[in-house]
Structure formats: structure tokens, C-alpha cells
């Protein structure tokens, strides 16, 4: 059974923006370093961002700049503020906590197309 909740996905043109929004259980808030992860088809899964338990933030090179992860440990949701996108960030994208992996939810779809 998922823990995670994707939502916020869908289209946009080049260069506009998304915000994405993940929720959780607490206990894993509390103690865990969550991230972003995203699916392209006919690619494997990837990391985007992460951000610690207190938000400290890490990025794939490619979205450095452009996106920005942001958690609200008491709210038990994670955010992906996606800006300038590109047509290479359609994927489906997940939250996961990679030191605590828990089965995967159904992520939420955004498509970057003119």
C-alpha cells in the first residue's frame, strides 16, 4: 500500500509552471529525507530532488535553478515547484523517501508540450 499521495501534474507549454504537492504519514515526516522522482516513458525512474528533514535541498543537475523542493513536516506534505519547464520534464512524477522506500504511488502525470 502506497504511503505517498501525488497531485498537481498536468499540461503546460515550455517555459510555464507547475507546483506539485505530496502528503504522507507523519512518522515518516518526522524522521525521513523525502524526494521527488519521475518516470519518462520508455525510461527508468530517476531522481530529481530531495530535501532533508529540516528542507535542506538536493537537485539533479538538470532542474538545478529551475525547480525547488520545499517540505511542511507539519502538514505531512512535500512540494516541487516547477518553473521554466522543458519538454524533456514530461515524466510521471512520484515522492519517495530513498532511506525508507515504501511502494511506489500513482504519481501524477505532467506533460510539457506546445
Known amino acids: 500500500q502506497a504511503q505517498f499521495v501525488e497531485s498537481g501534474g498536468g499540461l503546460v507549454q515550455p517555459g510555464g509552471s507547475l507546483r506539485l504537492s505530496c502528503s504522507g504519514s507523519?512518522?515518516?515526516?518526522?524522521?525521513?529525507?523525502i524526494g521527488w522522482y519521475r518516470q519518462a516513458p520508455g525510461k527508468q525512474r530517476e531522481y530529481v530532488a530531495i530535501?532533508?528533514?529540516?528542507?535542506?535541498?538536493t537537485y539533479k543537475d538538470s532542474v538545478k535553478g529551475r525547480f525547488t523542493i520545499s517540505r511542511d513536516n507539519a502538514k505531512n506534505t512535500m512540494y516541487l515547484q516547477m518553473d521554466d519547464l522543458k519538454i524533456e520534464d514530461t515524466a510521471v512524477y512520484y515522492c519517495?523517501?530513498?532511506?525508507?522506500?515504501?511502494?511506489w504511488g500513482e504519481g501524477t502525470l505532467v506533460t510539457v508540450s506546445s
Open positions: 519517495n523517501a530513498p532511506n525508507n522506500l515504501q511502494a
Open positions: 507523519g512518522s515518516i515526516f518526522r524522521h525521513y529525507r
Open positions: 530535501a532533508s528533514v529540516s528542507g535542506s535541498p
